[in-house]
């Protein structure tokens, strides 16, 4: 299998600097404006935002395929919330929601296959341990 990589520039110090994550796509710009307040850029919170839909979606699809349905959509969003703890910063909670369209599928055995690909997505697996994740699953 191939490895990933990503990587990122932090200049200046916490509050005044800024940085730059470079990945595949690209280059994004972060501050501590845009991880901490509502500030313009990305962060790394909504990095592994993306990178945990992007891997339910593919997990989900594959899901659903052994299963023996095709889908024809699927679009998930990744609530990553960041709090302040006893430990510090630290992402405490990650809320999936994913709307399907899947034709043939019945209620019952898209809720099982949406929470297994919950359980066994790599993302979840790397993250579970840390942080809860909860999944909103519809089937339109």
Not at 110 to 120: Q, S, Y
Request: hydrophobic letters at 35%; aromatic letters at 4%.
């Amino acid at each position: 299998m191939p490895i990933r990589k990503a990587s990122a520039r932090w200049e200046g110090t916490l509050k005044e600097g800024t940085g730059t994550i470079h990945t595949g796509l690209g280059e994004g710009n972060y501050s501590f404006s845009s991880r901490f307040e509502e500030g313009p850029g990305t962060n790394p919170e909504e990095l592994i935002g993306a990178a945990h839909a992007g891997c339910y979606s593919m997990a989900l699809s594959g899901k659903l395929v052994n299963a023996g349905f095709t889908p024809t959509s699927i679009e998930t969003t990744a609530h990553v919330h960041l709090d302040k703890t006893d430990a510090g910063m630290t992402v405490t909670k990650i809320d999936l929601v994913t709307d399907v369209v899947a034709p043939g599928l019945d209620a019952d055995e898209f809720e099982k296959l949406a929470a297994d690909a919950k359980a066994t997505c790599p993302i979840s697996r790397l993250l579970s341990p840390g942080a809860e994740i909860t999944l909103q699953a519809t089937l339109a």
